[in-house]
């Protein structure tokens, strides 16, 4: 069974800086797309950053520039890290892998999300 761990959430102030972490564990073949999304409260789920297997990365309007997403394809594991934070990036942040696993009856791949980590930015 594949699980989705993240770290990293928390309060800080406009202008100031986190980084996410999400780290992925169990049976896994090989790990294709790593991206985050967010959801922010009376709001629907949003792509904040995507980053395929090749490389390449794709933001949202509202972070470019501000955050930036990287993976460690030996770990596993997706980072974010979000600098010069505004109020309106308040939001749950969950991450989420494409991941080849053998899940006991079959070899696929499988889309799979991390817990959510509560980012909330406040003076």
């Known amino acids: 069974q594949v699980q989705l761990v993240e770290s990293g959430g928390g309060l800080v102030q406009p202008g100031g800086s986190l980084r996410l972490s999400c780290a992925a564990s169990?049976?896994?073949?090989?790990?294709?797309?790593m991206g985050w999304y967010r959801q922010a409260p009376g709001k629907q789920r949003e792509l904040v950053a995507t980053m395929p297997s090749g490389g390449s990365t794709n933001y949202v309007d509202s972070v470019k520039g501000r955050f930036t997403i990287s993976r460690d394809n030996a770990k596993n594991t997706v980072y974010l890290q979000m600098n010069s934070l505004k109020p309106e990036d308040t939001a749950v942040y969950y991450c989420n892998m494409r991941i080849q696993t053998n899940t006991g009856w079959k070899i696929g791949t499988y889309d799979y999300w991390g817990q959510g980590t509560q980012v909330t930015v406040s003076s």
């Open positions: 169990g049976t896994i073949f090989r790990v294709y797309s």
